[in-house]
Structures are given as structure tokens and as C-alpha cells.
């Protein structure tokens, strides 16, 4: 385990670095920061240091750059996220609060992310799976032909148009809207199979099939949305960082077109996941960092979003920013 005054070396190591983007050497640290020792002694942690796998020579007669152990090291010690400041938090909240629908708030999310790290931004879309339902609505279109209205908790909207058996009048369409909604509303969608059922054998038998085919359509919507969607944006943002890929950029973009790899990168848990070089399992993407965390309209996480940038990245402002921002996603889709 290190010392306290090692891994102060090694968060200034780190600090330096992502500003200045060149090797640090130990001249440099005791220049720039009030480390309390003699340059010898900081020449004496950074060669153990660099024995413990922690920082790296990229040359002869050069300074020292982070690891991968090592950047991992600095960021299970942050001591907190870097808070945005109250211009960025009024910046955000101005940007979201002019969200329209699903889409727009995606949409946005993705622009700020990106603008706000200078990394590449992945949103992934609130997933049926995990929402619940706030509203069926059911529409006439004419006597036998009628609309479905799906309406999330996250405020995604699924329409379906239903070819009934027979003519459904009004009265019955108003029953029906009616029903539904005192079953389903607020429920988990995995529930509503076994909530809307019986459902059928309460309406006159001249109405039953017309029932049955609404319900079977809401089920099948439910249910036949099984791929996850993402947006990405920002991937011009990694052309700023040409030198941080060893080869070439090109794996590396090549990982982002694939909707899986993104989907493992983002990961399970709902917390804040930060995943640096190479803990990311595909190949094109061992030479970048991913920082993520989930998002939702209540204590439940129903998707995630985060950035990719290199592994030169700046991590407090980078969590503090993801964070920030999947608080505010929460907050409109909780409103919407």
C-alpha cells in the first residue's frame, strides 16, 4: 500500500500531465506543487513508483506518464468529483429545461455531454423494460379502426394502430380507456400481463374480440422493443487527442459504430462506473477511459449515459460532469 506523500506524488504526477500533456519530471513536481520534501526524495517515490507499475519513462531521459494501475489508483483515492460551477449548472438546466419530447432530451443530452467534457457522449434511451406505465390512450380513427397511445414513465411514446374484429363505439371506447388505466397506470410493465387478463369477460360479448386484440397489441408492445437504442455524438472531440492513441484513432472509432460494444462499456450498474484502458475488454478500446452512470425519473436507474475520452482525461471534472448531467436528465424525465 502507498504512503500517503507517494500517492500525493502520484496525483500531482497525474494532475500535470492531463494539463500539460507532456512526461513529468521531478523538478517539474517540486516547482509546481508544495509537496514538503526535497527533490531527491520525490526522485526516491517516483522511482518506486514506477517499480509498483504505477507511472512509466515513454523514453530515455524522459519524465514520467500515469499507467493504467496508475490513473486507476488516482481515482478510487479521489477524495470527491470536482462540483461544476453555478454558471455551468444554470448552463445546463437553461439547455434541458428546452427539451420537447424523448428524443429532444437524448438529443440535448449528447450535445452537452460532449460539449461540456470535449469527449465522445453516449446516451442510451430509457429501456421499456425497466419503465413503468403513465398512460393508454385509445383513439377512433373510424368505426372498426382504432389508435394505441402508449406513454412511459420516461416519457417514451409508443403508437400502434389496432384493426378491430366489429365497430366499437364510443361508449365502449371510453369504458375501455378507462379501465386499462385504473389496472395499469404506475405499473411495472413485466405486470401488466397478469393485471389486464380477465379483462375481456367484463365487456359485453359483441366487445370481447374487439378487447382481446387492444390488449394483445398493448402486450406486444411491451415486449417487442428488445433493442436497446443509443445516441453518440461528439466523435470530433477525439481528434484533439491524436498523440493518446499509441497507432491510430481508427480502432478506436471503429469500436464506437458498434451498438454492443457501447452497451458493455456502459455497463449494469446504476452507479458511477469509470473503466480505464485496459479494463475495457475490446481491443480498438484499450487505450480509452469510460466514465458512466445510470439516469431515471425516480430512485431507479432506467438507462445510463457517460463519456469516452483517453485515458489522459481529466476524471474529477469529467464524474463531476456526468453526474451533473444525468441528475438533470432525471429531474426532466420525473417533470415530463
Do not use: W
Not at 58 to 84: C, E, M, N, Q
Not at 119 to 135: C, E, F, G, N
Request: proline residues 5%; charged residues 25%; negative net charge.
Amino acid at each position: 500500500m502507498l504512503s500517503e506523500r507517494r500517492l500525493e506524488v502520484l496525483r500531482a504526477i497525474v494532475q500535470d500531465y492531463v494539463g500539460t500533456e507532456e512526461p513529468v519530471g521531478s523538478k517539474a513536481l517540486t516547482e509546481r506543487h508544495r509537496l514538503g520534501v526535497s527533490p531527491a526524495t520525490v526522485r526516491n517515490d517516483m522511482a518506486a513508483l514506477e517499480d509498483e507499475g504505477f507511472i512509466a519513462q515513454p523514453h530515455t531521459s524522459a519524465g514520467r506518464i500515469p499507467t493504467d494501475k496508475g490513473y486507476r489508483l488516482f481515482v478510487d483515492r479521489l477524495a470527491g468529483v470536482k462540483p461544476l460551477s453555478s454558471p455551468e449548472r444554470r448552463a445546463i438546466q437553461n439547455f434541458m429545461d428546452g427539451a420537447v419530447d424523448l428524443d429532444d432530451v437524448v438529443g440535448r443530452t449528447v450535445r452537452l455531454l460532449a460539449q461540456l467534457t470535449r469527449q465522445v457522449a453516449v446516451v442510451q434511451y430509457p429501456s421499456l423494460t425497466r419503465s413503468t406505465v403513465r398512460h393508454v390512450e385509445l383513439l377512433a380513427l373510424a368505426p372498426a379502426r382504432l389508435m394505441l397511445v402508449l406513454i412511459t414513465d420516461t416519457g417514451r411514446v409508443e403508437q400502434r394502430m389496432i384493426d378491430c374484429p366489429a365497430p366499437f363505439g364510443e361508449t365502449s371506447l371510453a369504458d375501455l380507456r378507462a379501465r386499462l388505466n385504473s389496472r395499469v397506470v404506475g405499473r411495472r410493465f413485466a405486470d401488466v400481463p397478469q393485471l389486464v387478463q380477465d379483462l375481456p369477460e367484463s365487456f359485453e360479448q359483441e366487445d370481447r374480440g374487439t378487447v382481446s386484440t387492444v390488449l394483445a397489441t398493448l402486450l406486444e408492445t411491451l415486449v417487442e422493443e428488445t433493442e436497446e437504442r443509443l445516441m453518440i455524438g461528439g466523435t470530433a472531440n477525439l481528434t484533439r487527442f491524436g498523440h493518446d492513441f499509441p497507432l491510430t484513432i481508427r480502432p478506436v472509432l471503429e469500436a464506437l459504430e458498434e451498438q454492443v460494444v457501447l452497451l458493455k462499456l456502459l455497463g449494469e450498474d446504476s452507479g458511477m462506473t469509470v473503466r480505464i484502458g485496459h479494463e475495457n475488454a475490446h481491443e480498438g478500446l484499450t487505450s480509452t477511459s469510460v466514465v458512466a452512470v445510470g439516469y431515471g425519473s425516480g430512485d431507479e436507474a432506467v438507462a445510463k449515459l457517460g463519456v469516452v475520452g483517453p485515458t489522459r482525461m481529466d476524471y474529477p471534472g469529467t464524474m463531476g460532469a456526468v453526474r451533473a448531467v444525468a441528475r438533470y436528465v432525471g429531474q426532466i424525465l420525473a417533470e415530463s
